[in-house]
């Protein structure tokens, strides 16, 4: 009988399992629990243990709400009781050394998500010969509250202390530490873009990956709003003392009661990134186009529709379009261009497809601009037939990890979605990690762009015309 598989760290010895020539290692704190004394602090060393700590099982995950109505049937969630919730997983090739890294780092609009769910397994990666790790970090009003006597962007400190915490320990599970990869999509692409924003997290990264990740940081009395806002709510000051005071469950049910009815597009202040001499100097969107760390960025082709569905989209009118595109200053030569790059297309989908442009396509295209010799982009536009989805926001990601027969993937890819695309793309971000080359060239001059679909393609970036119009 094989033994358990060991890793000797700072802090202590660890004991996971092993199957299919894949060792997992689950749970490792990376920072202390971030409540009691803790609570609203900068993230704290974890404590060392004695003797052989058991790793076999995931850690706690952050307080946060499921969601709920349409996209709760879509999304999935975990719920794991516990307070020391800031731990790293790590899948790793058994008997491997000076292996190449990839640091996964979850979506979830900043107050959702969980390294935990199945779909987010690092097997595919390990079995590629690459060292896989994913985070928690706090979330919603734990980690991204606007506070007085607060340090600003809590989860954003975590990840950076997870990435100390790789660069400092992955030898003991085979890594290399100069050659991290930090990926991340969504909320999680925004936090990699934070990083490589950061002169010292920039430092430990060797390349990244930022699938549908909003690069826009805010200055911090926009980024408060949404605390402010359940301050009033709650009643009670909105520094550390009055947001101490108040247990995780309150907090969240406040915030679940400001925000119903809201979507990333409208409605609520989300939680956002606020502008802090401290944490984050500059928005990512004004820093990335000036850096050379190679990049993996893209987005999908029809993003907005996992937040619209159908009858959502029915009911935008051609007088809301028109207030959008005044209020967001969109000229109505792009509004045009926009009409003509999407044929037949109906009010609401043309709302859709300017605003998460506006969100997330465009900047990612500005950054590629500024930097096209050290950028690859990829559209993803292979259409789910499951709700009239087509390619909507987070649909890659059962295709990146290679888990299409996951229950999240077949929610939202349905039963029948393509191996091949699946098999390409995941090739693909491991020959991103492994050497820098996802088999497609840099964006260049001509602005080249893998197009994944179910016969995918290089091609320049499609509607081009309308997207450069948008402001900046």
């Not at 549908?212 to 806002?229: D, F, Y």
Request: proline residues 7%; negative net charge.
């Amino acid at each position: 009988m094989t033994s358990a598989p060991h890793a000797t760290l700072s802090r202590g010895v660890v004991r996971g399992s092993e199957a299919e020539g894949v060792v997992r290692f689950l749970g490792i704190p990376y920072a202390a629990a971030p409540f009691g004394e803790n609570r609203f602090r900068a993230p704290q060393p974890a404590a060392a243990w004695e003797g052989t700590r058991e790793a076999t099982s995931f850690g706690p995950t952050p307080p946060q709400v499921p969601y709920a109505g349409a996209i709760g049937e879509l999304l999935g969630s975990v719920h794991i009781d516990g307070d020391d919730i800031l731990t790293a997983n790590v899948w790793a090739p058994t008997a491997t050394s000076g292996a190449p890294v990839l640091l996964w780092i979850h979506g979830g609009a900043l107050e959702r998500g969980t390294a935990a769910l199945p779909l987010y397994d690092g097997t595919v990666f390990a079995k590629a010969g690459i060292v896989f790790v994913s985070i928690n970090y706090r979330l919603g009003s734990e980690g991204f509250s606007v506070l007085d006597g607060v340090p600003r962007n809590l989860g954003l400190r975590d990840a950076a202390a997870a990435l100390e915490w790789v660069h400092r320990e992955i030898e003991a599970f085979g890594g290399d530490p100069a050659r991290i990869t930090a990926m991340g999509e969504s909320a999680g692409g925004a936090i990699v873009a934070g990083l490589i924003t950061r002169d010292d997290s920039r430092a430990l990264i060797a390349r990244a990956i930022i699938e549908s990740g909003p690069l826009q940081a805010q200055t911090a009395k926009k980024a408060g709003r949404v605390t402010a806002q359940l301050a009033k709510l709650l009643r009670v000051t909105a520094d550390r003392e009055g947001f101490a005071a108040l247990s995780p469950a309150q907090l969240l049910e406040a915030r679940k009661a400001q925000s119903a009815g809201s979507s990333p597009l409208g409605g609520a202040p989300g939680f956002q990134f606020a502008i802090d001499e401290d944490s984050l100097p500059r928005s990512p969107h004004e820093v990335l186009g000036g850096i050379d760390t190679p990049l993996l960025i893209g987005s999908n082709t029809d993003e907005y529709r996992l937040w619209f569905p159908p009858e959502a989209l029915a009911a935008i009118s051609g007088v809301k379009l028109q207030a959008a595109r005044l209020l967001s200053r969109i000229p109505r030569r792009a509004l045009a261009e926009y009409r003509a790059a999407f044929p037949g297309a109906s009010t609401g989908e043309v709302f859709g497809q300017l605003v998460t442009d506006m969100m997330l396509r465009a900047p990612l295209s500005r950054v590629a601009v500024a930097r096209p010799e050290t950028t690859h982009v990829y559209e993803f536009a292979w259409p789910s037939p499951v709700r009239d989805l087509r390619a909507a926001h987070a649909l890659e990601l059962g295709f990146v990890f290679d888990r299409l027969r996951d229950d999240e993937a077949v929610r939202m890819a349905g039963p029948d979605a393509p191996q091949q695309l699946a098999t390409e793309m995941s090739e693909s971000w491991v020959g991103f990690v492994t050497d820098g080359d996802p088999g497609w060239p840099a964006y260049g001059a001509e602005r080249r762009t893998r197009l994944f679909d179910t016969v995918s393609t290089t091609v320049p970036q499609r509607r081009t015309a309308g997207m450069d119009l948008l402001p900046g």
